[in-house]
């Protein structure tokens, strides 16, 4: 299909961290969402890609695939304190997206 070029302004937080961050996000129709962010405060670089996977006249896997580099070494300690409650609430946001597509 043909690619769509976007440039998004995200806001995230978690308890007292906020934190913004622009990105390029590609949309390939029916197989994939990848997107390239620039750096903030905590993050060096962040990369993800959502891709889609046939399995069925109404359905599709999903894959995330998730790369990012944190500036400062002790952001690993909160980001593993954290990941789950930030992935399942990111993955929900995209349901919920999809859903209102319908």
Same mark, same amino acid.
């Given at each position: $299909? ?6 998004? #302004? @995200? $806001? ?12 390029? @996000? ?17 993050? #060096? ?12 006249? =109404? ?5 995330? #695939?998730?790369?990012?580099?944190? @500036?400062?070494?002790?952001? @690993? ?11 399942? #609430? ?6 919920? =997206?999809?859903?209102? =597509? =319908?």
């Amino acid at each position: $299909g043909i690619e769509t070029l976007l440039h998004t #302004e @995200v $806001g995230v937080g978690f308890r007292l961290l906020q934190a913004s961050f622009s990105s390029q @996000v590609t949309l390939t129709p029916w197989t994939r969402i990848s997107a390239v962010s620039e750096p903030n405060e905590y993050l #060096e670089a962040l990369s993800f890609s959502w891709n889609f996977t046939p399995c069925g006249e =109404r359905a599709c896997r999903m894959d995330l #695939e998730l790369d990012f580099t944190l @500036v400062n070494a002790d952001h @690993v300690i909160m980001w593993d304190m954290a990941k789950d409650k930030i992935i399942s #609430e990111y993955l929900l946001c995209f349901q919920r =997206r999809c859903a209102s =597509r =319908r």
